[in-house]
């Protein structure tokens, strides 16, 4: 890693750099993912000094209590020719795997990194776009974004916690027909979730044919978003790209288990 940037109290932004960039396969999609893996203390004191663990050694030969474990983040933005990514990386306190790591991360520390993976595009000859996001999808929103021809119209969403965890957006290029608003969560009213309240605040056009929505977030809130865009906004399944990235009061491996359940479904 070459340097680790405090974009608010619960954002860092960890620039790295690619050891082995020149098999780094860049794809075309803006919201690309990586898988960040993390290795038990057992692997990484059988490992020689200066060293990283083989991922494909470790997963076949371990232990299953020391099995490595994978998180997905989003990629902010992607620099092959410099051999370099951004990982922006929401704080969820100390818990987990990826929050704990990037709260603690400095220059010099290094990762394995599977990736990266992704394929939703968005719609160029779209004539408006909404874009919505909490803190763990603020990365995915702007690097969508800063993908949008400069004749692109509509709204972007991003709910923070509340003024102070607002990002400062001046490197980003915004399109000028494109309105961003920050909705906090200290304002939510009870029973309200401010990003959903945010994309039914939204001045929608009367006109929604050619409208594309991407709505990422807390997975409770997108059951909640589902009803603002499907009946309300009465859009279809096609124009919209909804997923939730995290549930509030699970672990990551219990949300990604619930995936496969009714009560992991967004769509």
């Not at 932004?13 to 780094?24: G, P, S």
């Not at 410099?82 to 991360?105: F, M, Q």
Request: hydrophobic letters at 45%.
């Amino acid at each position: 890693m070459a340097e680790r940037l405090q974009l608010s109290p619960a954002m860092v932004r960890l620039v790295c750099r690619i050891d082995n960039a020149q098999d780094f396969q860049d794809i075309e999609a803006p919201e690309k993912y990586v898988k960040l893996i993390f290795f038990s203390q057992a692997t990484l004191a059988a490992t020689a000094p200066g060293a990283l663990p083989d991922y494909w050694e470790v997963r076949d030969t371990a232990a299953p209590e020391d099995q490595p474990v994978s998180r997905h983040m989003t990629l902010r933005r992607t620099d092959p020719a410099a051999g370099e990514v951004w990982i922006d990386v929401a704080l969820h306190g100390s818990e987990g795997y990826a929050g704990p790591w990037a709260d603690a991360a400095a220059p010099g520390d290094r990762l394995v990194a599977l990736g990266p993976g992704g394929k939703w595009m968005p719609d160029p000859d779209a004539t408006w776009s909404l874009f919505a996001g909490d803190d763990a999808a603020v990365p995915a929103v702007l690097a969508n974004l800063e993908a949008l021809p400069v004749s692109a119209r509509g709204e972007v969403v991003l709910e923070v916690q509340d003024a102070a965890h607002e990002l400062d957006l001046s490197d980003v290029a915004v399109p000028e027909g494109i309105t961003v608003r920050w909705v906090h969560r200290a304002d939510e009213a009870s029973g309200e979730r401010a990003l959903v309240q945010g994309i039914a605040d939204a001045a929608w056009p009367e006109d929604v044919s050619r409208v594309q929505a991407f709505v990422h977030g807390e997975r409770e809130a997108m059951k909640a978003a589902r009803t603002v865009l499907f009946d309300q906004r009465g859009l279809d399944r096609s124009q919209v790209s909804l997923s939730g990235y995290w549930a509030g009061g699970r672990t990551e491996d219990v949300f990604q288990a619930e995936k496969k359940l009714p009560v992991g479904k967004i769509l």
